[in-house]
């Protein structure tokens, strides 16, 4: 889900988008580009899974002017790629958002940090307690990453895109939909658990070694 039209006050435009900054500085600091100008292959799947989400994201439901839903996909780049590569992704794919026409500029910094720094701090916690306190088990990580990450972050992003409009929004009725809405973010986590779960699941039986988070060694060999 993301914001195409602004009902938040400016202070929260400022806010958002000094939060997003951060976080994309922070990520860029981690120079991700090493590895992308070190692997050409891995250039190829991170820019062809750019690409692909940003198609996707074309696949929407919007009810209000101000709110579409749509699948993320950024649990999925995150565990493929990791946090630093799957966030400048999602900045990119919010840019093309704005470049189209779907979302309006001012907007960039709230959807970045709805749409792709919450998701990507809930599964990646997930994952570091997966990795950390639970079995080295295949099953284990694809049903707690996959599935139970993927709808896990869904929820939190819809949490903190509610929690956004009631704290900062400037239509009255827009404050009264998002509590209303608030109530069916339980039925968007099932479509976005699956979809990333099986994906993710293929990507682990044909190419273990594509998924940046998961040791094939240690999850498979050792077994």
């Not at 692909?52 to 565990?79: E, Y």
């Not at 986590?189 to 040791?215: C, D, K, Q, R």
């Amino acid at each position: 889900m993301s914001f195409a039209q602004s009902v938040l006050a400016p202070w929260a435009l400022i806010f958002t988008s000094l939060l997003s900054l951060g976080v994309v500085v922070w990520a860029l600091w981690r120079r991700p580009w090493q590895a992308l100008l070190e692997d050409t292959a891995l250039q190829h799947r991170w820019l062809g899974a750019t690409l692909a989400v940003v198609l996707m994201w074309q696949l929407r439901a919007q009810a209000v002017d101000w709110l579409t839903l749509h699948l993320v996909f950024t649990v999925l780049m995150t565990l493929v790629f990791k946090a630093p590569l799957a966030l400048i992704s999602n900045v990119l794919i919010n840019i093309a958002m704005v470049v189209i026409g779907r979302n309006e500029w001012t907007l960039l910094g709230a959807n970045v940090l709805v749409t792709g720094i919450v998701p990507a701090a809930i599964i990646g916690t997930v994952w570091r307690l997966v990795d950390r306190r639970l079995p080295d088990n295949l099953m284990v990580f694809l049903f707690a990453c996959g599935f139970f990450g993927a709808a896990l972050a869904t929820l939190g992003a819809g949490l903190a895109a509610v929690l956004l409009i009631i704290v900062a929004g400037t239509d009255p009725n827009a404050i009264y939909l998002a509590q209303e809405y608030a109530r069916f973010l339980p039925l968007l986590m099932p479509s976005e658990a699956f979809i990333t779960g099986m994906l993710l699941s293929i990507l682990l039986v044909y190419h273990p070694n594509w998924v940046a988070t998961f040791n094939d060694h240690r999850y498979i060999d050792m077994q």
